[in-house]
């Protein structure tokens, strides 16, 4: 167990839909990395936020958003869904701010399925 | 655009067998990170590697990392079939929008009896 929690572990959701997927760091963790899972684009790295603060952004699309909170949890917004949205979503936390990074310590994930 | 190969992607191994799994990439970094995934499960760290030379060994395996020659290898010393996972390399790297881990592709390994 890494300590970083996610919801929910599954989402089954329609195109167009709109879903919010939340994280919790672990305790001490200033700092929560987005990252998405998919078969043919692999592990890509989407946005960072460092005691709530962006820092760092990556291959995130404007039909996402993320925000992390006073205390410390964060959620990635995904709207407008489209088929190729379907991937794992992974949550992950680190002590460092982002530079650098870090050992990071990951979430068990969050598997959405669009409809 | 930092790059990050791993090769082989698929590896089959017998059990008691060594092999080693290359991860090279395309800009310069002194940060290296290794994690292992089980199917549909989370990425678990293994080593961390942050600077030249660096040489870090947990059971059956070890990692290195070469900075010069842009490389790190994970070795694997007489496979047992728990070692059957995907492994990832991740590179730092800094870039205008923000420091980042770019993963690899993964090196889906199995250890048959």
């Known amino acids: 167990d890494s300590g970083v929690t996610q919801t929910p572990k599954h989402l089954i959701t329609a195109t167009g839909q709109r879903v919010t997927l939340r994280c919790s760091p672990r305790s001490g963790d200033l700092s929560v990395y987005w990252y998405q899972q998919s078969l043919d684009q692999g592990l890509q790295f989407l946005i960072q936020?460092?005691?709530?603060?962006?820092?760092a952004k990556g291959n995130i699309l404007e039909r996402f958003s993320a925000q992390q909170f006073p205390d410390l949890h964060s959620e990635l917004n995904l709207s407008s869904l489209e088929l190729g949205d379907s991937a794992l979503y992974f949550c992950?936390?680190?002590?460092?701010?982002?530079?650098?990074?870090?050992?990071?310590?990951f979430g068990e994930g969050s598997r959405l399925t669009v409809l | 655009e930092l790059k990050v190969e791993q090769n082989p992607l698929f590896l089959s191994m017998q059990e008691g067998k060594n092999y080693t799994i290359y991860c090279n990439y395309s800009?310069?970094?002194?940060?290296l990170y290794w994690y292992r995934q089980d199917p549909g499960k989370s990425l678990e760290s293994l080593f961390v590697?942050?600077?030249?030379?660096a040489v870090k060994q947990e059971g059956r395996l070890m990692a290195s990392l070469d900075t010069k020659a842009r490389l790190s290898t994970l070795h694997i010393t007489a496979a047992v079939h728990d070692l059957s996972a995907t492994y990832f390399c991740a590179v730092e790297s800094r870039e205008t929008s923000g420091s980042r881990l770019t993963f690899g592709e993964g090196t889906q390994l199995t250890v048959n009896p």
């Open positions: 800009t310069t970094s002194d940060r």
């Open positions: 992950a936390s680190s002590v460092l701010g982002g530079r650098p990074v870090g050992e990071l310590f």
């Open positions: 590697l942050l600077s030249n030379g």
């Open positions: 936020y460092y005691n709530g603060e962006e820092r």
